[in-house]
């Protein structure tokens, strides 16, 4: 079936630790997305890329970093600068082109916790 | 920034009744959708919205986009159980933006 695979769903750490947070699409879309969701505060973007090896920041990049070296893989690496990193990450795709309609498709997401 | 206004924040209803949120904005937007997000779940594209006017139907749910391209409302008839969950508008304002509103909470009382 296709769709987007988020790994792991629940991921605990260490303050000062970096942890990179999995996301895999196999609907052959070009763009992909990172949201992040806190409590009452509906979804934020992270960072985004319409093409392979290119992305772009999006509202909350700082303390963020991601890679795009395959259509298929979207990674997330939430380093030690972010401030506040317990939070549920949502990863997203849409088709683009001729095809493209503007809606997201999201993955199951993943729950980081911070100790 | 542009920001999506949704409202209300929760609500709590009895089964059967029928229920009303919206989103308005001071931008424009050239698309709206609207997703029902299941706890320690992912959003779930519930309709899709891209022409002023439209009034679009899915089951018991029916949205429309505001005619002001400003604003949308989602209706859901008749509530069940299942429809417990956090329902956010989005909407695109270029190819590659699509903004959220923080969410309508509904709690369906026994």
């Known amino acids: 079936d296709g769709g987007i695979t988020q790994s792991p769903k629940y991921l605990f750490r260490k303050e000062g630790q970096n942890v990179t947070l999995s996301c895999e699409q196999n609907?052959?879309?070009?763009?992909m997305y990172w949201y992040r969701q806190d409590p009452g505060q509906g979804l934020r973007l992270i960072y985004y890329s319409q093409i392979v090896n290119d992305f772009q920041k999006g509202d909350i990049a700082e303390g963020y970093s991601v890679s795009r070296e395959k259509k298929e893989s979207f990674p997330l690496t939430v380093t030690s600068a972010q401030k506040n990193p317990t939070a549920f990450y949502l990863c997203?795709?849409?088709?683009?082109?001729?095809?493209?309609?503007?809606?997201?498709?999201f993955g199951e997401g993943s729950r980081l916790t911070v100790l | 920034g542009q920001q999506l206004n949704q409202s209300p924040q929760s609500m709590f209803i009895q089964e059967g009744e029928d229920v009303s949120m919206n989103c308005t904005s001071s931008s424009i937007f050239n698309t709206w959708l609207w997703y029902k997000q299941d706890p320690g779940e992912g959003p779930v594209l519930l309709i899709a919205?891209?022409?002023?006017?439209e009034l679009t139907s899915n089951g018991r749910l029916t949205a429309q986009f505001g005619i002001t391209r400003k604003d949308s409302f989602l209706n859901i008839s008749a509530s069940i159980p299942s429809d417990v969950g956090i329902y956010f508008c989005a909407g695109r304002i270029r190819d590659d933006k699509i903004i959220f509103g923080k969410g309508t909470r509904l709690h369906i009382l026994p």
């Open positions: 997203a795709s849409s088709a683009s082109g001729r095809i493209w309609t503007g809606e997201l498709f």
């Open positions: 609907l052959n879309h070009d763009a």
């Open positions: 919205l891209y022409k002023a006017g």
